[in-house]
């Protein structure tokens, strides 16, 4: 997770969110009977909204880069919020959380299933009774994967300290091992290239995190097909997973 402090300056431009996702973590966290964890606030594309709307909320991150950003947009807004550089693998409070969530696919930076499962754990570790632990990361699909394997997207533009650039990207897949790897270059308007910035995430599959959810001790879960909660029917579906402790 590291190279998250590579381009935290990029990320609000990289991960803008997914359609609908906002206002569902938003709608979730007004229910929380208790305080609510943010595992990944990053810039604070989630963890502010709460803030504002006057929800008990803090947040942990890996990345002091992601939480600078996340305090100066904090000052602009008059806002003094709770984070820690804190990696959700091992992090520990003295608090018991009535939600905590992990939004735009967080947790798939946690590679390995033993990590996934030392994570899970520890989650509910910090859960109250009848707690809730939600997140949502894409359902994975092979024939995508084999189409955009490797391929560079369109460049884009955006604006970085009040300069032009263009961004392109390019994503690697590796089945066997179950991981990702996208790499953004970013070019000055003169096309010389500026930077080259690289992430690592893996892909798990429905059935695959039922199992390290029972193996973690959950046994109580949902699994929608989009933040509307609709039925998961098909793979162009986000996965999002609503557990109870």
Same mark, same amino acid.
Request: proline share 3%; net charge positive.
């Given at each position: 997770?590291? /190279? !998250?402090? @590579?381009?935290a @300056?990029?990320? #609000?431009?990289?991960s803008m969110?997914l359609e609908?996702?906002?206002e569902?973590?938003?709608k979730?966290? +007004? ?7 943010? =595992?990944?606030c990053?810039?604070?594309r989630i963890?502010l909204?709460?803030l504002? =709307? ?13 939480l ?7 000052r ?8 820690? +550089?804190s990696?959700?693998r *091992?992090?520990?409070s003295?608090? %018991? /959380?009535?939600l ?6 967080a ?6 299933s033993? @990590?996934q499962i030392r994570?899970?754990k520890n989650?509910?570790?910090h859960?109250?009774k ?5 997140? *949502?990361?894409? !359902?994975p699909?092979?024939d ?9 997207? %369109? ?5 970085i ?16 091992e179950?991981?990702f790897?996208?790499i953004?270059?970013?070019? #000055? ?6 930077k ?5 995430a893996?892909?798990?599959? %429905?059935?695959?995190f039922e199992?390290l ?7 109580k879960?949902?699994v /929608?097909?989009?933040?509307e909660k ?6 162009e579906?986000e996965?999002?997973?609503?557990? @109870?402790s």
């Amino acid at each position: 997770m590291k /190279y !998250y402090d @590579e381009f935290a @300056e990029l990320y #609000d431009e990289l991960s803008m969110g997914l359609e609908g996702e906002l206002e569902f973590y938003l709608k979730e966290a +007004k229910k929380a009977e208790g305080p609510v964890l943010e =595992a990944g606030c990053g810039t604070g594309r989630i963890l502010l909204p709460l803030l504002e =709307a006057g929800i008990d909320a803090e947040g942990i991150d890996n990345s002091p880069g992601m939480l600078d950003i996340l305090k100066s947009k904090a000052r602009e807004k008059g806002i003094r919020p709770r984070v820690r +550089k804190s990696d959700m693998r *091992n992090f520990r409070s003295k608090k %018991k /959380y009535g939600l905590i969530i992990v939004p735009y696919r967080a947790f798939l930076h946690v590679e390995k299933s033993e @990590e996934q499962i030392r994570t899970l754990k520890n989650f509910k570790k910090h859960l109250r009774k009848r707690g809730r632990l939600i997140l *949502n990361f894409f !359902y994975p699909d092979f024939d995508f994967m084999s189409r955009w394997n490797g391929k560079t997207t %369109k460049q884009r533009k955006v604006k970085i300290k009040g300069k032009k650039h263009f961004l392109s990207e390019k994503t690697l897949y590796y089945p066997v091992e179950q991981l990702f790897r996208s790499i953004w270059t970013m070019r #000055d308007s003169d096309g010389k290239t500026k930077k080259m910035l690289k992430m690592r995430a893996c892909y798990i599959y %429905k059935k695959e995190f039922e199992l390290l959810l029972r193996i973690a001790g959950f046994r109580k879960w949902r699994v /929608y097909g989009g933040f509307e909660k609709k039925k998961l029917k098909n793979k162009e579906q986000e996965m999002v997973w609503i557990i @109870e402790s």
